[in-house]
């Protein structure tokens, strides 16, 4: 399996809500970094970080919560980057939003070893009126 049909699969586990595929994907001590400006900016080190900083606050502060790519392009080298829209409704203030994403994911020996996020962050405020 290549780089980039791991992370599609890990895509498709997503959207499906097997989240112990998703963190099975991950390297033990995965570096997974939300942008500056986002509702769960900053840096998680290993899975039970990344389960506990975003995941479970993406399953319990959102109704639907998608993040559909659109292209997963491998680079052969490990790095993979994936374009795509998140969306969802934001239960706090009860709007929905759909905003464009990329991400930057780096593979070593078939495990995800770090994650960036990219996105508009000031869409999300508007769109969210945080």
Do not use: C
Not at 12 to 29: I, W
Not at 40 to 65: H, I, Q, S
Not at 68 to 84: E, H, I, L, S, Y
């Amino acid at each position: 399996m290549t780089n980039g049909e791991i992370i599609k699969g890990l895509y498709d586990s997503f959207a499906t809500g097997d989240v112990p595929a998703v963190l099975g994907a991950f390297d033990a001590n995965i570096s997974w970094t939300e942008a500056a400006g986002f509702m769960y900016a900053g840096t998680y080190d290993g899975p039970n970080g990344v389960l506990e900083n975003v995941f479970m606050k993406l399953g319990t502060e959102w109704e639907g919560f998608q993040a559909v790519p659109r292209k997963v392009v491998d680079g052969g080298d490990g790095n993979v980057a994936a374009f795509g829209t998140y969306s969802g409704k934001f239960l706090a203030t009860g709007k929905s939003a759909s905003v464009p994403f990329a991400h930057e994911w780096e593979l070593k020996d078939g495990k995800i070893t770090k994650f960036v996020q990219h996105t508009d962050t000031q869409v999300f405020t508007n769109e969210l009126g945080l």
